[in-house]
C-alpha cells in the first residue's frame, strides 16, 4: 500500500508541470470544468499526519495504586502535603501538566500515512460543508497466570505470565464549510473556511487472575496469624482513562486539478482552540479530572489526493 501511495504521488508531483496551463485558464472553450461545480462530492485521502492522533503513550491515563496505598492523577503530580529535603528546605510536592493536557495534533508527518478521510459537498460552485474523520482501535485479550512447578530440579516447568486485557481506541471527527477562490489559473483554486470537531483518546485495561496474594492478619481466627490471600479481593481489577478535546479552528488550504476530477491539496489550520480534558477513572472511585485551554497557530499541515464526481 506504502508503495503504490509513493508512485500516485510521484507520478502526479512529474504531471503537474506537463498539465498545467499558463493562460488564463478558459478551459470551458474546450468543455473541461476543473474547478469545483454545485451539486459536486469530493473525497480526499488525508495524508500527512503520525500513526496516533495523540500523544504515542497514553498509559500514563491508567491509576497506578494498590491495596496498600497509592494516588490517582499524572505521573507528575504531587499528592499533597510539604516533603522536607536536607539542605534545600521544604517545597510543596507537586509537577508541571503541561506535558500531558497538551493532547498533540498532526505535526510529526509523514506523507506516506493515510491518517483519515474527507467528504465534501458542494453546495454552490464555490462553497462546501465538509466531513472528515479517522479512527484507531487495538485490543489485547486478556491471559490468566498459570503457576509453574519448580519441584523437581530435572524438570522444572516454568510459569506463564498473566496479561492484562486491554482496549485503546484513538478517534477524531470534524465538521466544516470553506469558500473557494477562482484564479486566472482554472487548475488552481485556493479556500478559506472554519471547522469544529472532536477528538478522542480512551484506554481500558482488565486485570485477569495474577497469581498475586497478600498477607493479611486481620482475616485469621486469632488475628495474629499470616493468612495469604488473593490480592484482587481488594483491589477493584479494572483500570479507564481517557482524554478528548472540543476543537475549533480555521482553515486555509490551496487545491490543484491534476486532471479533471483528480485533486492534490494542502490544508492547515492558522489558527485553531482546544480545550482539553483528561479523566482517569479507576474501578470504584471518582473521576479525576483536569482541563487545558490550548491555542496554537498553524497547526495542522496535511496533504490530500482526493477524487472530485
Not at 508541470?17 to 474546450?30: I, V
Not at 480526499?44 to 492522533?53: D, T
Not at 509523514?110 to 465538509?130: E, H, P, R
Request: negative net charge.
Amino acid at each position: 500500500m506504502i508503495k503504490k501511495l509513493c508512485t500516485i504521488l510521484l507520478a502526479a508531483a512529474l504531471a503537474v508541470p506537463a498539465l498545467a496551463q499558463t493562460g488564463s485558464g478558459d478551459s470551458k472553450k474546450d468543455g473541461v470544468v476543473f474547478g469545483p461545480q454545485k451539486g459536486q462530492w469530493q473525497i480526499s485521502m488525508v495524508l500527512g499526519g503520525g500513526n496516533s492522533f495523540y500523544d504515542d503513550n497514553i498509559q500514563f491515563l491508567l491509576p497506578k495504586y494498590n491495596n496498600f496505598g497509592g494516588a490517582i492523577g499524572l505521573p507528575n503530580g504531587g499528592i499533597g502535603g510539604e516533603i522536607s529535603v536536607p539542605g534545600q528546605g521544604i517545597y510543596d510536592d507537586s509537577g508541571y501538566l503541561d506535558s500531558f493536557l497538551n493532547i498533540s495534533g498532526f505535526n510529526g508527518n509523514s506523507l506516506v500515512n493515510i491518517i483519515g478521510l474527507q467528504a465534501k459537498y458542494f453546495f454552490t460552485d464555490c462553497w462546501d460543508i465538509n466531513f472528515s474523520l479517522g479512527y484507531n482501535i487495538s485490543i489485547t485479550p486478556k491471559k490468566d497466570f498459570i503457576e509453574g512447578d519448580t519441584e523437581i530440579d530435572d524438570m522444572v516447568i516454568p510459569s506463564q505470565k498473566y496479561i492484562n486485557a486491554q482496549a485503546t481506541n484513538n478517534w477524531y471527527a470534524n465538521v466544516g464549510v470553506d469558500r473557494y477562490f477562482k484564479t486566472r489559473n482554472a487548475r488552481i483554486n485556493p479556500y478559506v473556511g472554519a471547522t469544529v470537531g472532536f477528538q478522542m483518546a480512551r484506554i481500558e485495561t482488565t486485570e485477569p487472575y495474577t497469581g498475586k496474594i497478600i498477607n493479611d492478619p486481620d482475616a485469621s481466627e486469632d488475628g495474629d496469624e499470616d493468612t495469604y490471600i488473593d490480592q484482587a479481593v481488594y483491589l477493584a481489577a479494572g483500570k479507564v482513562g481517557q482524554m478528548f478535546a472540543l476543537k475549533g479552528a480555521l482553515v486555509a488550504g490551496i487545491e490543484y486539478s491534476l486532471t479533471p476530477g483528480l485533486i492534490l491539496g494542502f490544508e492547515m489550520q492558522p489558527v485553531a482552540y482546544r480545550y482539553d480534558i483528561i479523566q482517569i477513572a479507576p474501578q470504584g472511585f471518582d473521576k479525576y479530572n483536569v482541563s487545558h485551554h490550548n491555542i496554537k497557530l498553524f497547526d495542522m499541515p496535511v496533504l490530500k489526493l482526493g477524487f472530485r464526481f
